[in-house]
């Protein structure tokens, strides 16, 4: 099984699909069951370094996990409580009320205005009325009409400082939600969220070389960061080097929704004592929080409609799981209520992030794995079908023993 997962990446490799990839998969023992890396680490003329499991690579919504831990670690130290307002820490936050409708011919928005509460429970499971920018027609012309750039600037609150779409805690929509959070923990703590995470999460892990939010500013990792290859507009390969492409579009800020870098050896290290429950993160009590379902029945709905959107919402959220699947949220990710015959087990928790990067954890079959390469257009469907039988391949190992 493993030369089947070997060769699907070296032909992705050889055909111009990935310039590189480094993957790794393991059981709750903490034993690695797979692992391979590939390739390049970028296409530009003036490297020729391989792409390692020390390859250090934007996580993107990867990042998620992480802020979702650190703020679980706040509420253990009694510094916050996830059904708190956090409204009056972020007066940004939700300032112009709910969007309801755009008049094209005044080139305006209409707004309703909205008091309610925002907790981070909400904020965590994509239910306060927050959603990316690039998603929602109605924000994308309502950012036009300002003269703006959508997810762009430096700040939280340049990116994320958008009307809500719907009422706080009534529905679904994939947002900013953790970056929000992520000001939350820098508000109580007093501290940035890279030095939280490095005293929390990354020293007591082993990983504090290997992970950061800045690691242009890092020597341990600036030259080991891969560079971000593009496909063609069509998504054909060979795949070039994308020089202009910038993975935070300015940001400055610690973005708990999508800024962390790290290696694939040092993401695993990650999600393994995640996967495991290590208690140098938590408490089993807020493990069993991080990843209990927190959406009700009607948002759960919604959730599951939301896939179906338009294509892009399937490209970007659906990892290629049938529709057929049942999912929900949990503050650690998308969660399949259902098994998928051949790749996982009910109760998977599952996410991914932009340059076409994956991370799983199968707590029934008892693996978890993660795949990292640095390849737009995101989420790019062939390349997802690649982690796909990675992980198919694994869950056989595992299974047929």
């Known amino acids: 099984m493993a030369q089947k997962i070997n060769k699907l990446y070296e032909d992705a490799v050889a055909s111009g699909l990935l310039p590189g990839v480094s993957v790794i998969a393991g059981d709750k023992d903490g034993n690695v069951l797979y692992s391979k890396s590939l390739g390049k680490a970028s296409l530009k003329d003036s490297r020729d370094d391989a792409f390692t499991p020390s390859t250090v690579c934007a996580l993107a919504s990867m990042s998620k996990l992480m802020t979702s831990v650190a703020v679980l670690q706040c509420v253990e130290q009694g510094k916050l409580d996830l059904d708190q307002d956090v409204r009056p820490m972020l007066p940004e936050m939700g300032k112009y009320g709910i969007i309801t409708a755009f008049d094209d011919d005044r080139n305006e928005a209409t707004f309703k205005p909205d008091a309610t509460p925002i907790t981070l429970r909400m904020l ?13 027609p109605l924000l994308g012309k309502w950012r036009a009409s300002r003269g703006e750039v959508p997810w762009s600037g430096p700040t939280v609150e340049h990116k994320s400082a958008l009307p809500l779409v719907f009422p706080p805690g009534t529905d679904f929509a994939y947002g900013a939600g953790h970056d929000w959070a992520s000001k939350v923990v820098e508000v109580a703590t007093g501290t940035n969220l890279e030095a939280f995470m490095q005293t929390h999460i990354w020293t007591p892990l082993g990983i504090q070389d290997d992970v950061s939010f800045y690691p242009k500013t890092k020597p341990t990792m600036r030259d080991r960061m891969a560079d971000i290859s593009t496909l063609s507009e069509q998504g054909e390969p060979p795949a070039v080097d994308a020089p202009t492409f910038d ?10 929704g999508g800024g962390v870098f790290a290696s694939a050896e040092a993401y695993y290290a990650f999600i393994s004592a995640v996967f495991r429950r290590d208690p140098k993160l938590l408490t089993p009590a807020s493990y069993d929080e991080l990843f209990r379902p927190q959406l009700n029945e009607a948002a759960e709905q919604a959730f599951n409609d939301y896939f179906a959107r338009s294509p892009m919402h399937t490209q970007f959220l659906a990892l290629g799981i049938p529709h057929t699947v049942r999912k929900t949220w949990s503050f650690a990710g998308m969660v399949c209520l259902d098994a998928q015959e051949g790749r996982f087990k009910k109760g998977t928790t599952f996410w991914a992030g932009v340059p076409s ?5 199968d707590h029934e079959a008892g693996i978890c794995g993660t795949a990292l390469c640095q390849i737009l257009p995101p989420m790019h469907p062939a390349v997802i079908a690649l982690h796909e039988e990675f992980q198919r391949g694994v869950y056989e190992m595992v299974e047929s023993k």
């Open 124 to 136: 965590l499971s994509h239910t306060s009325g927050h959603e990316y920018d690039w998603f929602n």
């Open 247 to 256: 993975i935070l579009f300015g940001g400055t800020d610690c973005l708990g």
């Open 357 to 361: 990067v994956k991370w799983f954890m």
